[in-house]
C-alpha cells in the first residue's frame, strides 16, 4: 500500500491511495481527499478486493421441517407472485431500450490537444486507474491512435486532429449525462481514431512483442456502419499477364476486400481469362459470413494464371449472375436488397467491353462499376501516375459515377482497399437520413471483453463536400450492460435470457467464451448452432428476425454446471424487440416456475448490516445486486457494500432481490446452531457436510471450514496483513541487533576498564592471603594430630571387638556340632 500526490480533482480528492493484493496480485487505486488515517481506512474497508466462489446444489432435506417452524408466521406476512413472462420480457425490453437511448443520443453531433496513445507509459502520472474501463485513464481529454503506416503530418491528417478536438467536450458532457457510458470514439476515414476517455495503447495487451496492425477503418463497427448491405461480384483476371508479382498482389487484395464484408453482405468470386468461373464450390451468391469467406481464402490461394483474358465474358457473366440472384433466390433473407457491384482486379487489356455495359447497365444502375470510356481508359491507356494516383478529370470521373485506384505493390494494399468505402458510403449521404448501425458481438480492442458498438455515420455536409463521409461515431455497450437488465430474480435459477440480431446471430446468452484477441474477432453464432435444432426452434428463431412479439412452448436440455450432462426440460420462451435496435431478446423460463416469492423487509440497510460472527459459514454469490456492484470481494465486504447501496443509492439496487436476501438471511441466522446441536447430538454420523443455497444467492455451510474457497479468498487480506506484520517484525529485529551490537561493545569496553582496576587491589591483598595460608597450614597439623589419635583408638576398639565376635563364633560352632552327631545317632535306630 501506498500514498501519493494527486493534482487536485474537481471533487477535491489530493491523494491518490494505490494497493496491491499480494495473495492475487490485483492493483487497485483510489483518489482520496486527504491522508488521515480514518480516511484511508475508511477507503480499504469499502473497497478491498479479493476473489471467492459460490455453491450451486443443496442435496439434504432433514432440517426443512425445523427451518418452516422457524418460519411459519414470518411466511404468513410474505406473498407469492405468479411469474409473468410476458410482463418480464417486455420489463427488459423496455430497460434496455431506455438504457440504450442514453447511447445514441451520444452519437447525435451536429460539429465536431492532440494527445497519442502510444506516448502514455506504464506508470504515467497523468493516468488514474478506473474499475469501469479495468485500466488507468484520463477523463480530462481523449487521445489518438494513428496507424503506424499512416504519416501523423500529413495535413489531411494534422487538420482532422485539429477539428476533432472539439468533441473532447462533447464526450464529457455524454459521460455526465450517463455515467455508465464505455468508450466513446470518432473513427476518421483518414485513419486516425479519437477515443475518450485518454488511455494508454497496447497493440495486443498479451503479446507486447506483437506489431501494431490496429486500424480503426477494419473494425467491425466503422465497416459496418460506413456502408449499405450489398450484393457483389468479385472478378479476378487469371489471364497469363498477371504472371508474376501482380498475381500474388492481387490474392493479398481481393482477400482484404473479402473481410470488409459483414453478415449483411452477399458475395461471390469468380476468376476470368479466356472462360469465366466461380472459384469456390457456392454457384450463386452466399453470406459473407466467416465460415464462407474463409473457403473464399482458399480456394483465392489456389488460383494460376493462364490463357488471354476475355473481359466481355466476364463482365456479362457478373451481371446475369446479379439478375439471377434477385429473381431466383427461395429463402426470404438471401440478399442484400440494397446495392450492387461489380469489382474487377485486373492489370488492363486490350479488349473494349462497351456493348456489355450498354446491354446491362444502360441506366448506369451499378454506380461502381466504370463506364466505357473509364475503362478504355484504365485499362487501354493506364492514365494513373507513379504513386497509383488517377489522371483523369474531375468531370470524366463525376459523369461516370465510378471509381477506380490502382495497387502496385504490396504496402498500398490495405490503404488502397479503404477507397472503395469511401464510394460506398455515398448512399448513405444522399439520403441525408440519421442512420444508426448496430454491430454483432466482437472482442474490444482496449480490454473490455465482448462488446456491441451503436455508429453513426458523419458526413460532409458542406458545399463542397462531394458526398464524402468524415468518419464514424461509436460508442460501446459491454455485453455486461445487457446482461445487467435481466430479471434473475423473478425468472428463477434454471431460467435465462438471450438475444439475436436480425441475422439471427446470438447476441448475447449464458456462458459465451470470449477467449480471443481483438485482431482476432469471434465467429457469429447462429441461434440454431447453440440450441438444438428443430423445426419449433426454426420458427422461433424466425419469429425473432421479423420483431414479433409472442410466446411459445418448447422442449429444451439444459446444460448442467460440470458442463457434460444436460437435462431435457419444458420450457416457455418469451420474446419480443428491443425498440430503435436490429436486437429481439428472449426469456427462457420453466413451465413449472409459476411464482416467486416477494418478501417484505421495511429496513433492508440495517438487515444486511452484520457482525462478524454472524457470517461465519455464510457466503454470498457474486451478483450484480446493485448498478456498479464489484464482484471480486469477500462476503463482509459484499455485506457492508449493499447495507451502505440501499440506503444510499436505492434506486440503483434490485430492491426486491435484496430484500428476499435479507429475508434469508434472517430466517436462516439459527440454521448453523441447529446443525452443531445436531452434531453434539451424535445425529450427524456420516454427514461430512451441509448446506442450504436459497434464489437470493444466500449460501449458509456447516462446518464453516467446507467453505474452501469463499474462506481462503477471505482470508487473502488477512494473510496479506501477517505478511506486513512479519516484515514489521523483521525490521524490527534487524534494528534490535543493531542495537545489542552496541550494547556488546560498550560491554566490552567496561570490563576490560574493570579487568585494570583490579589488578591493583589484587597485590594488595596477597600478603593478607599469605598469612592467612601460614595460619591455615598451622591448622591442618593440628587437626592433622588429632585425627592420628582418634585413629589409632578406633583401631583398638575394632581389634577388641573382632576377637570378641570370634569368640562367640567359635561357641557357636562346638554346639552346632554336638546337635548334628546326636541326630546322625538318632537316624540309626531300628
Not at 552496541?742 to 593478607?768: H, L, P, W
Amino acid at each position: 500500500m501506498s500514498l501519493r500526490l494527486l493534482p487536485q480533482t474537481t471533487s477535491g480528492n489530493k491523494y491518490i491511495l494505490i494497493v496491491v493484493d499480494y495473495f492475487t496480485k490485483w492493483p487497485e487505486a483510489y483518489p482520496i481527499p486527504d491522508q488521515e488515517a480514518a480516511t484511508v481506512a475508511e477507503m480499504m474497508k469499502q473497497h478491498w478486493l479479493s476473489r471467492h466462489f459460490y455453491l450451486l446444489q443443496d442435496q439434504e432435506t432433514a432440517f426443512f421441517s425445523k427451518l418452516e417452524s422457524y418460519n411459519h408466521d414470518d411466511m404468513r406476512r410474505s406473498k407469492l407472485h405468479k411469474v409473468d413472462g410476458h410482463s418480464l420480457v417486455h420489463k427488459m425490453s423496455h430497460d434496455l431500450t431506455k438504457h440504450l437511448e442514453k447511447k445514441m443520443e451520444a452519437l447525435e453531433i451536429s460539429d465536431v490537444n492532440f494527445v497519442k496513445m502510444k506516448d502514455f507509459s506504464d506508470n504515467d502520472p497523468r493516468l488514474v486507474y478506473s474499475e469501469k474501463f479495468k485500466k488507468p485513464v484520463n477523463y480530462s481529454y481523449s487521445a489518438v491512435h494513428i496507424p503506424d503506416e499512416i504519416y501523423v503530418m500529413y495535413p489531411e491528417i494534422l487538420n482532422g486532429l485539429k477539428w476533432s478536438a472539439a468533441l473532447d467536450k462533447v464526450f464529457q458532457e455524454n459521460a455526465k449525462n450517463d455515467p455508465g457510458l464505455m468508450w466513446q470514439y470518432f473513427g476518421s476515414h483518414s485513419g486516425f481514431m479519437r477515443t475518450y476517455p485518454a488511455h494508454q495503447w497496447k497493440a495486443v495487451p498479451r503479446k507486447p512483442n506483437f506489431p501494431d496492425l490496429f486500424d480503426a477503418r477494419l473494425r467491425p463497427w466503422y465497416v459496418h456502419a460506413s456502408s449499405s448491405p450489398k450484393d457483389v461480384v468479385i472478378l479476378m483476371d487469371t489471364s497469363g499477364s498477371m504472371h508474376g508479382q501482380p498475381m500474388q498482389i492481387m490474392k493479398v487484395a481481393v482477400k482484404a476486400v473479402l473481410t470488409t464484408f459483414g453478415e449483411n453482405d452477399f458475395i461471390n468470386v469468380a476468376s476470368f481469362s479466356s472462360t469465366t468461373e466461380w472459384v469456390s464450390c457456392f454457384d450463386t451468391l452466399v453470406q459473407a459470413n466467416d465460415r464462407n469467406k474463409q473457403i473464399f481464402y482458399k480456394d483465392i490461394d489456389a488460383l494460376e494464371e493462364r490463357h488471354m483474358a476475355k473481359l466481355s465474358l466476364a463482365l456479362e457473366f457478373a451481371f446475369q449472375a446479379l439478375a439471377q440472384f434477385r429473381e431466383n433466390r427461395t429463402e426470404r433473407w438471401a440478399g442484400a436488397e440494397c446495392n450492387q457491384i461489380i469489382m474487377l482486379f485486373s492489370d488492363g487489356g486490350t479488349e473494349q467491353a462497351w456493348e456489355v455495359l450498354e446491354k446491362y447497365n444502360p441506366d448506369k444502375e451499378l454506380p461502381e462499376m466504370a463506364s466505357e470510356r473509364k475503362l478504355k481508359d484504365v485499362f487501354l491507356d493506364k492514365e494513373f501516375d507513379s504513386e497509383g494516383k488517377n489522371l483523369l478529370s474531375d468531370d470524366e470521373t463525376d459523369s461516370d459515377a465510378g471509381y477506380f485506384t490502382a495497387i502496385q505493390a504490396y504496402g498500398q494494399i490495405r490503404t488502397k482497399i479503404q477507397d472503395y468505402v469511401k464510394v460506398l458510403s455515398r448512399p448513405l449521404v444522399l439520403s441525408g437520413e440519421k442512420h444508426f448501425e448496430w454491430t454483432n458481438f466482437y472482442i474490444d480492442a482496449m480490454g473490455l471483453g465482448m462488446m456491441t458498438t451503436i455508429t453513426l455515420p458523419v458526413f460532409n455536409r458542406t458545399e463542397t463536400g462531394n458526398q464524402t463521409m468524415v468518419g464514424i461515431m461509436g460508442v460501446d455497450v459491454s455485453l455486461q450492460e445487457f446482461l445487467e437488465y435481466e430479471p434473475s430474480y423473478e425468472m428463477g435459477p434454471i431460467a435465462y435470457s438471450f438475444g439475436i440480431n436480425h441475422n439471427g446471430y446470438v447476441v448475447f446468452y449464458p456462458d459465451l467464451k470470449t477467449e480471443f484477441e481483438f485482431t482476432e474477432d469471434p465467429l457469429p453464432i447462429d441461434f440454431l448452432d447453440i440450441e438444438i435444432q428443430n423445426s419449433a426452434k426454426e420458427e422461433l428463431r424466425e419469429a425473432m428476425i421479423n420483431l414479433e412479439t409472442s410466446k411459445r412452448s418448447l422442449t429444451s436440455l439444459l446444460k448442467m454446471p460440470d458442463r457434460e450432462h444436460v437435462v431435457r426440460h419444458h420450457m416457455e420462451y418469451y420474446y419480443t424487440p428491443v425498440n430503435k435496435t436490429s436486437f429481439s431478446i428472449a426469456i427462457v423460463i420453466p413451465t413449472d416456475r409459476t411464482h416467486y416469492l416477494v418478501a417484505e423487509e421495511p429496513d433492508v440497510s440495517e438487515s444486511l448490516n452484520l457482525l462478524d460472527f454472524q457470517m461465519l459459514g455464510m457466503h454470498i454469490a457474486p451478483w450484480k445486486y446493485c448498478h456498479g456492484a464489484i464482484l471480486k470481494m469477500t462476503t463482509p465486504e459484499i455485506m457492508s457494500n449493499l447495507s451502505k447501496s440501499s440506503r444510499e443509492t436505492p434506486k440503483q439496487c434490485k430492491i426486491q432481490l435484496l430484500q428476499r436476501l435479507a429475508w434469508d438471511i434472517r430466517k436462516t441466522e439459527d440454521i448453523i446452531d441447529y446443525w452443531q446441536s445436531e452434531q453434539q447430538e451424535g445425529k450427524r454420523k456420516g454427514v461430512v457436510a451441509t448446506f442450504v443455497q436459497t434464489e437470493s444467492g444466500l449460501t449458509r455451510i456447516y462446518p464453516p471450514r467446507f467453505v474452501k474457497k469463499g474462506w481462503k479468498a477471505g482470508q487473502a487480506s488477512v494473510k496479506d496483513e501477517m505478511k506486513a506484520v512479519q516484515e514489521s517484525v523483521k525490521d524490527e529485529m534487524k534494528a534490535v541487533k543493531e542495537e545489542m551490537k552496541v550494547g556488546q561493545e560498550e560491554m566490552k569496553r567496561e570490563i576490560t576498564c574493570m579487568i585494570e582496576n583490579k589488578f591493583v587491589a589484587r597485590e594488595s591483598r596477597i600478603d593478607a592471603v599469605e598469612n592467612k595460608v601460614g595460619y591455615i597450614e598451622e591448622r591442618v597439623s593440628s587437626v592433622k594430630e588429632q585425627v592420628q589419635e582418634r585413629m589409632s583408638s578406633v583401631k583398638e576398639q575394632i581389634q577388641e571387638r573382632v576377637s570378641a565376635m570370634k569368640q562367640q563364633i567359635d561357641e557357636r560352632v562346638h554346639a552346632v556340632g554336638k546337635e548334628a552327631s546326636f541326630t546322625d545317632a538318632c537316624s540309626s535306630l531300628p
